[in-house]
């Protein structure tokens, strides 16, 4: 039971093959001064990008389920030009991390994502979390809540029970990707997800096929868990989300979060980072250099 619950590629062959198509487009889209390096953890060794300026509290990015750092290859740049950046290849998604141990929930996760800040000598962050992503930042600021500076949410997991009509949005975007890239470019408008018209994304998503992922599906954090985050909080929300009805979760977060600013993006749905980059870059920076100005 224990190995069915830990991810992996089906064979090294594939892996290595998934690698390939990641490190070109490392290569290609993120800013040159990259450094990259391994880290020990209980669940398994961690891939990081570090970037940016060399000064300042950190911005930690943590991606999306089936993610890892290219995900954000349209942010990196223009985030390093503001402050130093990490970007984390989870343990248990496909990148360049190797899991090594179960994740039971999401303390693991929390945990994990301490092991790898102290490993980086990181004390403090401003930590930017997309869906997943989101979810483990706000798991890892009831697990240390004097380490985050800052959290940023981009349409996160754990607010509502994963509805049947998401699940279809991520098969159907799954299928779509396998289609040819005209045919594929023209999906993503009916489906409302950009990320179908991202080849560099779609290239490494062909290349996923034979990755099994076996992490827990977050459950919806309560109201006491969200009062208990007591770290300054943006969450930005797609208008047309496919993972809930981002109007009522804007209401609940403004309604519980302390130090909370909700802000829902029109237009965007579950694909909020690629529908609008910008937007997200600079609202991300805006924030952190508010909060930091406050302190």
Same mark, same amino acid.
């Given at each position: 039971?224990?190995?069915?619950?830990?991810?992996?590629? =089906?064979?090294?062959? $594939?892996? $290595? $093959? +998934?690698?390939?198509?990641y490190t070109?487009g490392?290569?290609?889209?993120?800013?040159?001064?990259?450094?990259?390096?391994?880290?020990?953890?209980s669940? #398994?060794?961690? &891939?990081?990008?570090?970037t940016?300026?060399?000064?300042?509290?950190p911005?930690?990015?943590?991606?999306?389920a089936? #993610?890892?750092?290219?995900?954000?290859?349209?942010?990196?740049?223009?985030? #390093?030009?503001?402050?130093?950046?990490?970007?984390?290849? @989870?343990?248990?998604?496909? #990148?360049?991390s190797?899991?090594?141990?179960?994740?039971?929930?999401?303390?693991d996760?929390?945990?994990?994502?301490?092991?790898?800040?102290?490993?980086?000598?990181i004390e403090?962050?401003?930590?930017?979390g997309c869906? +997943?992503?989101?979810?483990?930042?706000?798991?890892?600021? /009831?697990? $240390?809540?004097?380490?985050?500076?800052?959290? %940023?949410?981009?349409?996160?997991?754990?607010?509502?029970?994963?509805?049947?009509?998401?699940?279809?949005?991520?098969?159907?975007?799954g299928?779509a990707?396998l289609?040819?890239?005209?045919?594929?470019?023209? /999906?993503? !408008?009916?489906? !409302?997800?950009?990320?179908?018209?991202?080849?560099?994304?779609?290239?490494?998503?062909a290349?996923?096929?034979?990755?099994?992922?076996?992490?827990? %599906?977050?459950? =919806?954090?309560?109201?006491?868990?969200l009062?208990a985050?007591?770290? @300054? %909080?943006?969450?930005?929300?797609?208008?047309?989300?496919?993972m +809930?009805?981002?109007?009522?979760?804007?209401?609940?977060?403004? &309604?519980l979060l @302390?130090?909370?600013?909700?802000?829902?993006?029109?237009?965007?749905?579950?694909?909020?980072?690629?529908?609008?980059?910008?937007?997200?870059?600079?609202r %991300?920076?805006?924030?952190?250099g508010?909060?930091?100005?406050?302190?």
């Amino acid at each position: 039971m224990t190995e069915q619950r830990i991810s992996a590629f =089906t064979s090294d062959r $594939a892996r $290595a $093959a +998934y690698l390939a198509v990641y490190t070109r487009g490392l290569d290609r889209l993120w800013p040159v001064d990259r450094q990259s390096l391994d880290v020990a953890t209980s669940l #398994g060794p961690t &891939r990081v990008h570090r970037t940016g300026r060399g000064d300042g509290v950190p911005v930690v990015l943590l991606p999306g389920a089936g #993610g890892n750092s290219l995900s954000w290859h349209r942010h990196v740049a223009r985030l #390093g030009e503001a402050v130093p950046v990490v970007a984390v290849d @989870p343990v248990g998604e496909p #990148g360049g991390s190797d899991q090594r141990a179960p994740v039971g929930d999401g303390r693991d996760l929390a945990r994990w994502l301490d092991e790898v800040l102290t490993a980086l000598g990181i004390e403090r962050a401003h930590l930017v979390g997309c869906s +997943y992503g989101g979810w483990i930042a706000v798991r890892h600021a /009831l697990h $240390a809540p004097n380490r985050a500076a800052t959290i %940023t949410l981009l349409d996160p997991a754990g607010f509502g029970r994963i509805t049947g009509r998401f699940l279809f949005w991520v098969i159907a975007g799954g299928l779509a990707g396998l289609t040819p890239a005209p045919l594929r470019r023209r /999906l993503a !408008r009916w489906l !409302r997800n950009a990320t179908l018209r991202d080849d560099d994304l779609m290239r490494l998503a062909a290349a996923t096929m034979r990755f099994r992922r076996r992490l827990p %599906t977050p459950p =919806t954090l309560t109201d006491a868990e969200l009062r208990a985050v007591t770290v @300054p %909080t943006l969450v930005l929300l797609g208008e047309r989300s496919q993972m +809930y009805d981002a109007g009522q979760v804007a209401d609940r977060l403004r &309604r519980l979060l @302390p130090d909370g600013r909700v802000e829902v993006v029109p237009g965007a749905g579950h694909d909020l980072p690629l529908h609008s980059p910008d937007l997200v870059t600079e609202r %991300t920076i805006a924030f952190i250099g508010q909060t930091e100005a406050l302190a």
